[in-house]
């Protein structure tokens, strides 16, 4: 064998690290070409789609459409915002559901206080201080 192999592979070497250098350089050049966007790459076509008309019988009360339902778990009982007892099963598809539960609750529990909604997967919030408050005034 020949010694001069040593050399071809400190050569070899420094050939990869130039390609991944070149690569990354690349990359950067790329990156920093793209404009910032939305990210969905279909929210362009439902910018630009035509609306359909509305027929008759398509009447819907939309006056709370993009509004979720909060709904408060505290002591095993379901309220709305103004402190009325709430049953879960009767929200059916209501959309976005926002379901506040106390900062203390484990995690078992708070999956229990999620589990008669059926219809949507209600997204968990933590009850402020205040909220608790006056939560322990006027529940039992």
């Known amino acids: 064998m020949d010694g001069s192999h040593g050399q071809n592979a400190m050569t ?3 050939l990869a690290l130039a390609m991944g ?3 990354i350089m690349i990359l950067s050049m790329v990156s920093m070409g793209v404009s910032p966007g939305t990210g969905d790459p279909q929210a362009a076509s439902f910018d ?3 609306l359909a008309p509305s027929r008759a019988g398509d009447a819907v009360d939309r006056s709370d459409a993009g509004q979720p339902a ?5 002591r095993d009982a379901y309220f709305s915002p103004d402190m009325s007892p709430v049953r879960p099963e009767s929200l059916g598809a209501a959309g976005e559901v926002i379901l506040a539960v106390a900062p203390d609750l484990s995690m078992a529990e708070a999956l229990k ?3 008669p909604f059926t219809a949507s997967r209600p ?3 933590l009850l402020s201080p205040a909220w608790l408050a006056r939560l322990a005034q006027t529940t039992p």
């Open 70 to 74: 909060i709904i408060i778990y505290y």
């Open 21 to 23: 250098f070149f690569c």
């Open 123 to 125: 997204t968990l919030s």
């Open 113 to 115: 206080a999620r589990a």
């Open 48 to 50: 630009s789609a035509a």
């Open 12 to 14: 070899e070497i420094a």
